[in-house]
């Protein structure tokens, strides 16, 4: 018997064979990707919607801005740190006046307080407000910090790049230092004219679009758009080549470049007729929105003269005679030797 061997031959079809050979390597890619690399790596292999979903859950500033926010996407911002946070302190003293004014309570609702210590942040969390931990490594703000101390100019700095971030977010927001008293709401008397940015002034020249007005940024209004985070990221950067500036300064001196201009902002310097200061008082009682202690060197001389104004405006009864108390603590804090 004769056993016939015969070779089996295969035809293969190239095209198949690679796509065969493809298929392979991404369940392979797939399966390491899946089994052995870091979180991290994966993300990179989502979509970007996937990614912004993700980032956006993650996002703590995001849900503290949304919680506060009006319907507009704008919030009020102030800086607490623990010399503020003190029992029968600044901070009690600002809510009393929103408690105190006309049409302001329900502002507080949509006030976010960003607190820059624990003991801030705690105090802020028992009051049942919108609160914000601002985290600074290396550095103890919770102290009062003298105004034009080393601190205090970092303080600020450190203010703006978060305000910065802040219009990143898609936010606008109206940031008002704690020492203000807030006794009407500031939004009739904002311009309505297409401005990207409205701030107070320490003096004010009855011209509301002249730049030469002498700027305060204890109180100002920002719009979020392409134009004011470029302003804020201008703005920080700046603080590099300005050892020793605070950054109220630093942006005067922008201003006065015409930084504004070359970023096609429009800014309106508002009003100390409505936007009053100890600097430069209101000329009617009856228009005033808000109180402004500055040109005030402590805490405890801005306590005392703001509250005495707001004991003033509690009796003020609509006529055109009131007139508003001495700023004697405030005056008194510029001489040497202060004592905190």
């Known amino acids: 018997m004769k056993i016939i061997t015969r070779a089996m031959h295969f035809s293969v079809n190239p095209t198949r064979f690679a796509m065969l050979m493809a298929l392979i390597v991404v369940i392979s890619v797939v399966l390491y990707t899946l089994l052995w690399m870091p979180t991290s790596s994966i993300d990179f292999f989502l979509l970007p919607q996937q990614q912004n979903t993700s980032a956006f859950a993650k996002d703590e500033l995001e849900v503290a801005l949304r919680g506060a926010s009006m319907d507009d ?183 006065t470049r015409g930084v504004f201009q070359r970023l096609g902002m429009k800014v309106r310097f508002l009003d100390t007729m409505f936007f009053s200061g100890f600097c430069q008082k209101s000329r009617d009682f009856r228009e005033v929105r808000t109180v402004h202690a500055n040109c005030c060197r402590t805490v405890k001389a801005k306590l005392v003269d703001l509250t005495a104004a707001l004991q003033i405006w509690k009796r003020f009864n609509g006529t055109a005679t009131a007139r508003w108390p001495s700023h004697d603590a405030c005056r008194n804090s510029w001489k040497k030797n202060i004592v905190i």
């Open 73 to 255: 996407r704008t919030v009020v911002i102030s800086v607490l740190n623990k010399a503020y946070a003190k029992e029968n302190g600044m901070l009690d003293l600002f809510l009393r006046s929103f408690e105190h004014g006309d049409d302001t309570e329900f502002l507080i609702k949509h006030l976010l307080l960003v607190a820059v210590d624990q003991a801030s942040f705690e105090r802020c969390k028992s009051l049942g407000l919108h609160c914000y931990k601002l985290v600074t490594d290396g550095v103890d703000f919770s102290k009062e910090e003298l105004y034009m101390s080393t601190d205090f100019i970092k303080m600020m700095w450190r203010r703006t790049l978060f305000l910065g971030d802040v219009l990143r977010h898609g936010y606008n927001f109206i940031f008002t230092d704690m020492d203000i008293l807030w006794l009407r709401s500031p939004f009739p008397k904002f311009g309505h004219q297409g401005e990207d940015m409205q701030i107070s002034c320490d003096w004010f020249n009855g011209r509301p679009f002249d730049h030469s007005n002498r700027i305060n940024t204890g109180f100002y209004f920002v719009v979020s758009n392409s134009k004011t985070i470029a302003l804020f990221d201008w703005w920080y950067k700046s603080r590099n080549g300005a050892a020793g500036v605070k950054e109220q300064d630093v942006l005067a001196e922008m201003k």
